[in-house]
């Protein structure tokens, strides 16, 4: 009995459940928390940025909010790399919405309020991918910067 009751509790590795389904949503929101990770630190003001823009971008309450974010990191930790996600931003969304991308990606980039030339090349990669020029780029990192 005692030896059942050991395997129970020293089971190997939980069951892991299926990541959720990659669509430009979540692409958006494993963007924002690579673009988080990207300097080596993942803080409180990158994590309730990311929570804010989700709630925004897809009109989400607190909650939902941050169950989309846990969903996102769980991407952003497991799944397809940036050009995939970014390309799949590019395919499902028009111009303006590729452009909010960057504004958000900026935004997180900012919200720890210092900015290394690892998340600008991020951003930079990602608003290539995305098909918006370096003068598009700047127009939203302004926007990004304005309260």
Known sequence: MFERLKRFFHLSDPPKSP????DAQHALGALLVRMALVDGA???EEVAEIDRILEEAHGLGPI???????????IAFEAPDIDRMAQLIRESVDFEHRRDTVVALWKVALSDGLTDEREAALVDLVEDKLGLSTRDSEAARA???MP
């Open 19 to 22: 990541l959720p389904a990659l």
């Open 64 to 74: 939902d909010a941050a169950r989309m974010r846990a969903e996102c990191e769980r």
């Open 42 to 44: 993942y803080l409180f």
């Open 143 to 145: 926007e990004a910067v």
